[in-house]
């Protein structure tokens, strides 16, 4: 045996059995919260009174003031404060926080990224622990680096490229623009950078929800039907047909995971749910037969309330075009909230900020809360923010991003992602930053009323102490 074959076996030795005591002496770690008021994402009264121990990222145990961590766990006084699960925002678009399509399309990637980490820390000092990005860019890169701890932000579960038939809502191509499938060449930025394809035919959307999936999607975003932020797609249009919107079900499924698609008018959304999609994304004009069909399939509404906001109107980024087809649009509103409020099909809180400014994001997310709460009710939207919410994440099956436990809820087993509010969120919302002003409301940082931010274990902000 060479000399320095010996002295590199003992040091890989030494530094293994150092290696193996490091991970024999490591105890888990604990967070333990105690005097908390419980809202557990489901019920409509607080648990009043109650200790809950974190360990590493899940809850391990719920209890009453006697239970107890280990010698050397944090403890974090809730001092009668509510301990609520994080919110959810499921329809979010993170790499989209750019002021209008023009900007996305004239931007370098390194810009459309540094906006997107932007945007993901905002959200999550906003108090949302996780977002279902649907479609743009976030996902395939910032989400590793959140993921990891490199970078604030909430969970992310990516859709990856938005797929829209040629002249749908996220065809956002210039009319002289090639289009690839016809010519081979790709001019689109937003299509070289895989946040949005228009592609037509089973073929071609196969291919596209593969690529999505291969990229890290966990469920697959398509457009249904047309839109009001864009130009080329009529509001009354149906996007996919049938057959094309079976090709994206049946590749999503053969991942074990779901579709969710953009639409509005009745016959598209019942050729969405024919086709096995899921999650109805806006869904304004639905009709008393189409939102029969919805619960009787069991699917989720997710709509972002602000498009049925006057303030609308006042988005600097609209176009005479955009501003047209709102007029039509909120004509077609006017069954909404009588048939939401009649059937009470299963719904998700969903905000939508898209082709805006951080600072307008930010006042978007607020006035969504006001919104659904006045609508609908702070319980209403209290579910739709957390429990509902990760009912539905959690159909992404073997693809969910995050397997260990539920999300969206507190009971033992399930991600340790959690706010410390004042005072009761059933009774008012504005503790977690509702404001009846949208576009008027000043600017802010992070929301007051909410003290402290976990994620995954880890706090990021604590105003407690
Ligand atoms: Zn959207």
């Known amino acids: 045996m060479s000399k320095k074959f010996y002295i590199g076996t003992v040091a890989a030795l030494a530094l293994f059995s150092t290696a193996t005591l490091a991970q024999d002496e490591k105890k888990p770690q604990q967070v333990l919260f105690t005097n908390c008021n419980i809202f557990d994402g489901k019920a409509d009264k607080l648990a009043n009174g109650k200790n809950v121990l974190v360990e590493d990222n899940l809850i391990k145990t719920i209890g009453d003031k006697t239970l107890n961590a280990n010698d050397g766990a944090t403890v974090v006084e809730c001092g009668g404060r509510t301990l609520m699960p994080g919110l959810i925002d499921m329809h979010s678009h993170l790499g989209l926080q750019m002021p209008g399509i023009a900007a996305v399309e004239n931007a370098l990637w390194e810009e459309i990224a540094a906006n997107t980490v932007i945007a993901a820390e905002r959200w999550l000092m906003d108090g949302f622990t996780t977002v279902r990005d649907a479609g743009g860019m976030s996902g395939k890169g910032v989400k590793k680096l959140v993921d990891r701890g ?37 001019d689109s930025n937003i299509e070289r950078l895989d946040i949005a394809h228009a592609v037509d035919g089973r073929d071609s959307i196969l291919a596209a929800v593969r690529r999505n999936l291969k990229q890290g999607a966990s469920q697959i975003k398509i457009m249904g039907g047309g839109g009001v932020a864009t130009e080329y797609d009529p509001w009354h249009s149906t996007g996919y047909t049938i057959d094309e919107t079976r090709a994206a079900v049946e590749a999503a499924k053969d991942y074990g995971t779901y579709v969710m698609s953009h639409l509005n008018q009745p016959v598209s959304i019942q050729r969405a749910l024919e086709a096995g999609v899921i999650s109805i994304e806006h869904g304004f004009a639905i009709d008393e037969e189409t939102i029969q069909m919805l619960d009787d399939k069991g699917a989720y509404l997710s709509t972002q309330l602000t498009g049925t906001s006057e303030e609308l109107f006042k988005l600097p980024s609209l176009t005479s075009e955009n501003r047209r087809k709102l007029g039509i649009a909120r004509d077609d509103m006017k069954n909404y909230f009588p048939l939401v409020k009649k059937y009470k099909p299963k719904q998700v809180f969903a905000i939508d900020a898209v082709l805006t400014t951080h600072a307008q994001a930010d006042q ?95 706090i990021y902000k604590n105003t407690l102490k």
């Not at 859709?159 to 623009?177: N, P």
């Not at 002003?437 to 929301?447: C, I, M, N, Q, S």
């Open 150 to 186: 490199d970078l604030p932000g909430p969970r992310i579960y990516p859709s990856g490229a938005i797929l829209s038939q040629t002249s749908g809502h996220a065809d956002t191509r210039t009319l002289s623009a090639r289009n690839p499938l016809l010519s081979g060449v790709m």
């Open 364 to 458: 978007q997310r607020a006035h969504e809360i006001w919104l659904f709460g006045h609508h609908f009710g702070n319980l209403e939207f209290l579910k739709a923010a957390t429990s509902t919410a990760g009912e539905l994440l959690a159909k992404t099956g073997d693809l969910n991003p995050y397997p260990l436990g539920p999300i969206g809820i507190i009971e033992q087993g399930a991600y340790a992602d959690l706010l410390i509010v004042d005072d009761n969120p059933l009774e008012d919302l504005s503790i977690l930053g509702a404001n009846k002003l949208w576009y008027d409301a000043p600017p802010r940082k992070g929301v007051e009323g909410i003290k402290l931010i976990m994620k995954d274990g880890v």
